[in-house]
């Protein structure tokens, strides 16, 4: 994998955008009881954001998997609103990436936090996966 950790640098980013509906609500998702965009939504929009930051730029047969998250969820978003999700690569220590995220719609900040991901080579980790239940 040494070969692997020199094609990612820090600087590498992406930016995703989701125009919330009712299934991306906290009410749809289970994490809570009002209509506007779920925090589980939030997460799965910043690790969209990490997985296309680096997608161009892994080699052939590797991954990145998630290993950890700290997300702030600032501002709820009401149905029908966009919000945009930055990542920024900002440590690559070996196999473990980090990226700085920021979630916005327009000018308003919803959510910040740090998504740490690991570089893998998917037909490995796959397997091993599967040998785990």
Do not use: W
């Not at 994998?1 to 992406?14: N, S, V």
């Amino acid at each position: 994998m040494q070969e692997q950790d020199q094609t990612l640098t820090p600087g590498l980013t992406a930016r995703v955008e989701l125009t919330v509906t009712d299934a991306d609500t906290a009410q749809a998702v289970g994490s809570g009881d009002v209509p506007v965009l779920g925090t589980p939504r939030v997460l799965a929009l910043a690790e969209a954001a990490t997985v296309a930051a680096t997608a161009r730029e892994l080699p052939s047969g590797s991954t990145t998997v998630g290993t950890r998250v700290e997300l702030h969820h600032l501002a709820p978003t009401p149905v029908g609103r966009t919000v945009a999700a930055q990542a920024r690569l900002v440590t690559v220590d070996r196999r473990r990436l980090v990226f700085e995220i920021t979630v916005t719609e327009g000018e308003q900040t919803v959510a910040t936090g740090e998504v740490e991901r690991v570089l893998v080579d998917r037909h490995r980790f796959v397997e091993r996966a599967g040998q785990a239940s």
